[in-house]
């Protein structure tokens, strides 16, 4: 039996409400009044127990059950995914310090360190396996740049879901063959990512399979917003300003929903403010903000934006050219006072390397991007003394193996042991630091 009264969706256009997943599923995940694909969750939890939730010591997004649209926990499909830590990366805070002045905290949510894939898409996939497991959903179609679908085909595979996975042909080989490797489909399509999402459309009505509805999608947003409970959790407080790599982004979408959910508590949480990273490679988003505040952010402004076809970039997966979320995220982020920043792709590695060095942790493309916003967003003012950033690290470098490849620099070869000396590993600070810092 289902608790039906646990969730509702309510259409955010125009407020109908829809039961249960079972319901969505069955209406084609759209508002029948408006046909709007934008609703959100709301529960009948008791939301006072959340600040005791909050307290404890998760394994997992799971912790938060209550405030997750799922009826039964027994349809839960985890691999600790979700409660990663957030670290401070004192190395950052010396360097505000040192060059800027600024005493500020910085704190790296690692999404590497999670259980299913090792990406921050981890939770998505975890709830939408639960979430057909307890409807008897037996096939899902998803288009993706690389890591929804890796996190999808993983976790769909395990509930027992068929899982057709669209990529666009710059996609990394990696993914391709860890989805694959689990026995789910991959269509490899000739084209970009709007390509792959236009086929994945067409596929899933030719065969009525239920497709994800991309970064609105209430699975997605739902997992993603319990990153609000966990920063309640691991440092008492929102950070003053988020930073993220983006593509569709349900980062901040799922945020800014997570802090509206749970006002009657924490009353006075706010949005960080949004600071936003494409690479110089594909930046349709940053091109639209630059515009519209050389305008003076004109009414409407969000719903003007470049598409770029056949985005080339270097990080695969980032490479949403047509950002048919911006109209949602530049309002979010214009409320929040942020911005969106672009960072230069043939920088990456340096970026990379000096990560690798100074914290011994390695970073994949996607994450490099989003650190090197954060070096950025210091170079432009747009930290203010005093404040907590969050960078949100979304991968290691798992899924990009020839971008570690291209991160060695201590190599050198030898014939004989005369040509090997001992070394010292202070020694390599500078030039890596120095790599960063030019322009
Ligand atoms: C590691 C990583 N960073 C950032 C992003 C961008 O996320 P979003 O599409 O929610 O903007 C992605 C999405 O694929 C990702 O995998
Ligand atoms: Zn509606």
Same mark, same amino acid.
């Given at each position: 039996?289902? !608790? ?18 079972? $319901? ?19 529960? @009948? ?29 027994? @349809? ?17 805070? !010396? ?9 500020? &905290? ?12 090792? %990406? ?14 307890? @409807? ?8 993706? %740049?690389?890591? %929804? ?18 990529? *666009? ?5 990696? &993914? ?38 991309? @970064? ?28 993220? $790599? ?44 630059? /515009? ?17 076809? /056949? ?8 490479? %949403? ?79 990009? *193996? ?32 120095? $790599?960063?810092?030019? !322009?």
């Amino acid at each position: 039996m289902k !608790d039906a009264s646990k969730y509702y969706l309510k259409c955010v256009k125009c407020e109908h409400i829809t039961p249960d997943f079972g $319901a969505w599923f069955e209406q084609n995940q759209v508002c029948p009044e408006c046909g709007s694909k934008h609703s959100e969750v709301w529960y @009948n939890s008791d939301y006072n127990e959340l600040p005791l939730i909050i307290k404890g010591n998760p394994i997992s997004f799971w912790q938060y059950f209550y405030y997750l649209p799922l009826s039964r926990q027994e @349809n839960i499909i985890s691999r600790k995914e979700g409660a990663v830590s957030l670290q401070n990366w004192w190395f950052l805070e !010396d360097f505000a310090k040192e060059k800027y002045g600024l005493d500020i &905290s910085v704190q790296v949510y690692r999404n590497d360190l999670n259980g299913g894939t090792g %990406t921050f898409k981890d939770v998505a996939a975890s709830l939408a396996a639960s979430i057909f497991k307890e @409807n008897d959903i037996k096939q899902y179609c998803v288009a993706s %740049t690389g890591n %929804t679908a890796t996190a999808y085909a993983r976790y769909l595979s395990i509930a027992g879901v068929n899982c057709s996975v669209f990529i *666009p042909d710059n996609a990394l080989k990696a &993914s391709e063959a860890v989805i694959s490797a689990f026995g789910q489909q991959v269509f490899r399509v000739n084209g970009d990512y709007a390509k792959a999402k236009e086929i994945a459309a067409e596929y899933s009505k030719k065969h009525n399979i239920l497709i994800s509805i991309g @970064n609105i999608d209430p699975i997605r947003v739902e997992a993603k917003k319990t990153m609000v409970f966990e920063w309640l959790r691991q440092i008492e407080r929102m950070p003053d300003v988020y930073i993220q $790599a983006i593509s569709g982004g349900t980062g901040p979408i799922a945020i800014d929903k997570g802090i509206r959910e749970i006002k009657s508590v924490y009353p006075d949480l706010k949005n960080p403010r949004f600071l936003m990273v494409q690479p110089d490679g594909c930046d349709p988003m940053v091109q639209a903000w630059e /515009n519209a505040e050389a305008k003076g952010f004109p009414e409407g402004f969000e719903n003007d934006y470049p598409i770029i076809d /056949n985005p080339q970039t270097a990080v695969p997966t980032l490479a %949403t050219g047509n950002p048919a979320t911006y109209p949602i995220i530049a309002k979010l982020v214009k409320e929040s006072g942020g911005t969106f920043i672009r960072m230069k792709e043939s920088k990456m590695i340096d970026y990379g390397k000096l990560i690798a060095y100074e914290r011994k942790v390695i970073l994949g493309p996607a994450s490099a991007v989003c650190m090197a916003g954060f070096f950025e967003a210091l170079k432009k003012g747009l930290i203010k003394n005093g404040e907590t950033v969050l960078i949100n690290t979304g991968e290691g470098v798992r899924r990009a *193996p020839d971008f570690v490849d291209e991160m060695i620099y201590t190599t050198k070869n030898v014939n004989s042991v005369e040509d090997c000396k001992p070394h010292m590993i202070d020694d390599y600070r500078k030039q890596l630091w120095d $790599a960063v810092l030019k !322009d």
